[in-house]
């Protein structure tokens, strides 16, 4: 399970859609995403599981998914033992309690697991889930879809405040962001 802790800094032609020169503190790219990790690892210690996890924090995603490729080129722990890849990006604006959810193509039983899982929901009620079958090369899981790992990516979509000053703590949909994890 990764996400990417970084984000865009003041900001430039090449990465904000401005006003540049402020910071951009990226609360939903991608902090969102660092905080369900960190829920869903205490949760880990209450409730283990039947497999190891590996969990990562990449740097550099926005300058190219740099932490997730140089994993792939140089991993830690043998390619091969990893079964799924699960990427948190963007998880914090849920709005109309819709989740996206992409890459579930890349692995067998995808829709019917999760849906599942949503269905049995314990402490809110089942989100609707968008099965979205495009692929992108725009964020960390990638590099592991490319190395033959199957992925998917819960996402909470694009908003006005993307990679602007303006992405900030207040506008996190926090208990979304719980139903998320």
Same mark, same amino acid.
């Given at each position: 399970?990764?996400? /990417?802790?970084? /984000?865009?800094?003041?900001? +430039?032609?090449?990465? =904000?859609? *401005?006003?540049?020169?402020f910071i951009h503190n990226g609360a939903?790219?991608? @902090? =969102?995403g660092t905080a369900a990790l960190l829920e869903l @690892?205490?949760?880990? #210690?209450?409730?283990?599981?039947?497999? =190891?996890? $590996?969990? @990562?924090? !990449?740097?550099?995603?926005?300058?190219? $998914? !740099? *932490? =997730?490729? %140089?994993? &792939?080129?140089?991993? #830690?722990?043998? $390619?091969?033992k990893i079964k799924m890849a699960l990427n948190l990006d963007m998880v914090g604006r849920l709005r109309n309690? +819709? $989740?996206?959810i992409y890459g579930t193509r890349t !692995?067998? +039983?995808a829709r019917t697991l999760l849906s599942s899982v949503n269905s049995s929901m314990v402490s809110s009620e089942p989100l609707e889930i968008i099965f979205d079958w495009e692929i992108k090369p725009n964020s960390? %899981? %990638?590099?592991?879809?490319? +190395?033959? &790992?199957?992925y998917f990516m819960p996402h909470t979509g694009l908003h006005d405040d993307y990679h602007r000053p303006r992405d900030? @703590? %207040?506008k996190i949909n926090s208990v979304g962001l719980e139903s998320v994890a």
């Open positions: 399970i990764g996400v /990417h802790y970084d /984000h865009v800094g003041y900001g +430039s032609r090449r990465n =904000s859609y *401005g006003p540049t020169g939903d790219d991608n @902090a =969102s @690892a205490e949760a880990f #210690t209450t409730y283990p599981c039947r497999r =190891s996890i $590996l969990i @990562a924090f !990449w740097d550099g995603e926005e300058q190219g $998914l !740099w *932490g =997730s490729k %140089h994993f &792939i080129a140089n991993p #830690t722990f043998p $390619l091969e309690n +819709s $989740l996206t !692995w067998d +039983s960390d %899981h %990638h590099p592991f879809y490319k +190395s033959g &790992i199957p900030d @703590a %207040h």
